[in-house]
C-alpha cells in the first residue's frame, strides 16, 4: 500500500461524502500520543466522524445522532489490498444508508 491507509479510505469516504454535499472538516493527528487520526465532515443535517486507529491498525466511522457520537459495525483492517477495497467498499454502503 503506497499511500498511507487512512488517506485510503479518507478518500473513498470524501468521494461519497461530497456527493450528499457534507464537506471536510478538521483533521486531528494525535498519532503521537494516542495512534488516532480524525476527520470530521458534516453538512447542515449531518455529522461523520472518520478515524484510524494506528496503534490497532483499524479504520471506523461514527454519526452523529441523539447528540452523541454512534459507532458503524463495519471496520476497515489494515490486510491485503483486495480485502482492504472491499472492507472500504462495505464502511461506504454503511455510512450512505444513514444519509
Given at each position: 500500500?503506497?499511500?498511507?491507509?487512512?488517506?485510503?479510505?479518507?478518500?473513498?469516504?470524501?468521494?461519497?461524502?461530497?456527493?450528499?454535499?457534507?464537506?471536510?472538516?478538521?483533521?486531528?493527528?494525535?498519532?503521537?500520543?494516542?495512534?488516532?487520526?480524525?476527520?470530521?465532515?458534516?453538512?447542515?443535517?449531518?455529522?461523520?466522524m472518520l478515524t484510524w486507529d494506528e496503534r490497532n491498525e483499524?479504520?471506523?466511522?461514527?454519526?452523529?445522532?441523539?447528540?452523541?457520537?454512534?459507532?458503524?459495525?463495519?471496520?476497515?483492517?489494515?490486510?491485503?489490498?483486495?480485502?482492504?477495497?472491499?472492507?472500504?467498499?462495505?464502511?461506504?454502503?454503511?455510512?450512505?444508508?444513514?444519509?
Amino acid at each position: 500500500m503506497t499511500m498511507h491507509v487512512y488517506y485510503q479510505i479518507r478518500e473513498a469516504v470524501y468521494f461519497l461524502l461530497d456527493s450528499y454535499g457534507l464537506v471536510e472538516g478538521t483533521t486531528e493527528s494525535n498519532a503521537n500520543k494516542n495512534g488516532l487520526i480524525s476527520t470530521l465532515f458534516e453538512s447542515a443535517d449531518n455529522r461523520i466522524m472518520l478515524t484510524w486507529d494506528e496503534r490497532n491498525e483499524f479504520g471506523y466511522a461514527e454519526i452523529w445522532e441523539n447528540n452523541s457520537w454512534s459507532k458503524l459495525s463495519n471496520k476497515v483492517m489494515k490486510s491485503s489490498d483486495i480485502v482492504f477495497k472491499e472492507s472500504i467498499d462495505k464502511l461506504c454502503r454503511e455510512i450512505k444508508s444513514y444519509l
